[in-house]
T-cell receptor, first 111, second 112 residues
Framework: KQEVTQIPAALSVPEGENLVLNCSFT??????LQWFRQDPGKGLTSLLL?????REQTSGRLNASLDKSSGRSTLYIAASQPGDSATYLC??????????FGAGTILRVKS | EPEVTQTPSHQVTQMGQEVILRCVPI?????FYWYRQILGQKVEFLVS????????KSEIFDDQFSVERPDGSNFTLKIRSTKLEDSAMYFC??????????FGSGTRLTVV
């Protein structure tokens, strides 16, 4: 059974810092990996999608990498801003096209 | 940018009542889903729907739950005989191969 783990569970950084969020999964048989952002009490906003054949994807200040063989992904956020404060969720797509989510990393960027 | 629309945003219901949660997925997507998130817990898969039928369901999705695509645009989740433990945020989503999943903003269901 696929398990997704995210480290750290919470992170507090000063504005302007570069930071890395980690995601690991137990079964490398995934179709893709997606990073989402969730604001309190809100829905899930897709940030980046990495297909299983890809190594990384970039969007603005965000860069996500995928190492399928070792079961790891990282989300790199450059020059963090208070508006980046949210919960970041990692999810892998497995058989049946369903997502298995991690518990998330709660990020707080202090101004 | 196309989006998934969910209504209502918040629903309060009495224990034992039936509720219907509604969703309008992205029109050219082929896969539709319902997920839920109990407060403080992980987002968990309930059911996927493809070609007008359920393609996969989790062990959570028992006879209490049903899904329907009553017309070409709407996708509904019906929960019968609601229980206190059904209180959660329910997310509808649709997907394609290029952009992955797009989620709606959710319906917060409170069973009292």
């Amino acid at each position: 059974k696929q398990e997704v783990t995210q480290i750290p569970a919470a992170l507090s950084v000063p504005e302007g810092e570069n930071l890395v969020l980690n995601c690991s999964f137990t079964d490398s048989a995934i179709y893709n990996l997606q990073w989402f952002r969730q604001d309190p009490g809100k829905g899930l906003t897709s940030l980046l999608l990495i297909q299983s054949s890809q190594r990384e994807q970039t969007s603005g200040r965000l860069n996500a990498s995928l190492d399928k063989s070792s079961g790891r992904s990282t989300l790199y956020i450059a020059a963090s801003q208070p508006g980046d404060s949210a919960t970041y969720l990692c999810a892998v797509t497995v058989g049946g096209n369903k997502l298995v989510f991690g518990a998330g990393t709660i990020l707080r960027v202090k101004s | 940018e196309p989006e998934v629309t969910q209504t209502p945003s918040h629903q309060v219901t009495q224990m034992g009542q039936e509720v219907i949660l509604r969703c309008v997925p992205i029109s050219n997507h082929l896969y539709f889903y319902w997920y839920r998130q109990i407060l403080g817990q992980k987002v968990e898969f309930l059911v996927s729907f493809y070609n007008n039928e359920i393609s996969e369901k989790s062990e959570i999705f028992d006879d209490q739950f049903s899904v329907e695509r009553p017309d070409g645009s709407n996708f509904t989740l019906k929960i019968r005989s609601t229980k206190l433990e059904d209180s959660a945020m329910y997310f509808c989503a649709s997907s394609d191969d290029l952009y992955g999943y797009t989620f709606g903003s959710g319906t917060r269901l409170t069973v009292v």
